[in-house]
C-alpha cells in the first residue's frame, strides 16, 4: 500500500471520528441535562482550540521582521472571521419557535466553522501522513480526539431543534467528511499553491469564527438553562480537554 493511499485513509479516519460525538443524541435528555452540557464543553473546545492552536499557528505562518504589522494583520482577520460569523448568523432563516431556532442556529453554526477547520486540517493531515507515516498516525489519533467534541457541537443542537436524529448525523457526517475533502484538494490543486501567508490568514479567519460561535452562540445558549455552576465547569473540562489533545498533537 502506497504512502498516499496510507494518507487518505488516515485522514478519513481523523475526519469520521466527529460521528463519534453524535452518539450523545440516542441517550435520552428529558431535562436538557445532555444539552447544556455538552453546549458549554464544546465552547470551551472551540474556544481552547482558537486560542492555543490555530491564533499561535497563524502568528507562526504570518511572521515577519515587523512583529508589530505581524500581530496587527492576525489580529485584523480574526475581526473578520467574526464579522464574517455574524453576517451568517443574520442569513440564516428564523423559525417560529425561538427556542429551537437558536439551538438550530447553533448547530449550523458549528458545522460552517468545523468545516471551515477541517479542510486545512485535513490538508495538514494528509501532507505529513504522505511524507512520514508515523507523524501521520500521531496527528490522526490527536485530531480524532478533538474531532469527538466537534461532533457533539453539531449533533445534539440540531438533534434538539429539529428532533431528527437522521439530520442531526446527516449534518455532523458532511463536517466530518470535510476533512477527507481538504486531503482530496491538497492532492489535485493545493499543493504547489498554498504558502505560508494564505494559510495563516485562513487560520485567523477561522479562529475568529470560532471564537464567535463558542462564547457568543454555544456558551449563552447553554447558560439559559439551569445550574450555571455545572454549566461553567464543563466549559472548563472542554478547555482542558482540548489542551490535552494539543499536547498530544504537539
Do not use: W
Request: aromatic fraction near 10%.
Amino acid at each position: 500500500m502506497s504512502n498516499i493511499t496510507i494518507a487518505f485513509i488516515l485522514t478519513f479516519i481523523a475526519g469520521i471520528s466527529t460521528m463519534i460525538g453524535s452518539l450523545l443524541i440516542f441517550f435520552k435528555d428529558r431535562r436538557g441535562v445532555v444539552l447544556k452540557y455538552s453546549l458549554s464543553f464544546a465552547a470551551g473546545v472551540m474556544i481552547c482550540v482558537s486560542v492555543i492552536d490555530l491564533i499561535p499557528e497563524s502568528i507562526e505562518l504570518l511572521f515577519n521582521e515587523n512583529k508589530n504589522k505581524t500581530f496587527i494583520l492576525t489580529f485584523v482577520f480574526i475581526i473578520v472571521g467574526m464579522i464574517v460569523s455574524f453576517m451568517i448568523d443574520k442569513l440564516i432563516p428564523e423559525n417560529e419557535n425561538q427556542n429551537n431556532n437558536k439551538l438550530f442556529k447553533v448547530g449550523i453554526f458549528s458545522m460552517i466553522a468545523i468545516i471551515l477547520h477541517n479542510i486545512p486540517e485535513g490538508i495538514a493531515t494528509f501532507l505529513s501522513s504522505a511524507t512520514n507515516i508515523k507523524l501521520g498516525i500521531a496527528l490522526t489519533l490527536a485530531i480524532a480526539l478533538h474531532n469527538i467534541p466537534e461532533g457533539i457541537s453539531i449533533s445534539v443542537p440540531i438533534f434538539k431543534a429539529t428532533k431528527s436524529r437522521k439530520k442531526a448525523l446527516l449534518y455532523t457526517f458532511i463536517s466530518g467528511m470535510s476533512e477527507p475533502f481538504g486531503a482530496i484538494l491538497a492532492y489535485l490543486l493545493l499543493a504547489p499553491i498554498i504558502n505560508d501567508t494564505i494559510m495563516g490568514i485562513l487560520l485567523a479567519l477561522i479562529a475568529g469564527i470560532m471564537i464567535h460561535i463558542g462564547a457568543l452562540k454555544l456558551l449563552p445558549t447553554a447558560l439559559k438553562y439551569k445550574e450555571k455552576k455545572k454549566t461553567i465547569c464543563f466549559l472548563i473540562i472542554g478547555i482542558f480537554f482540548m489542551y490535552i489533545s494539543h499536547l498530544l498533537m504537539s
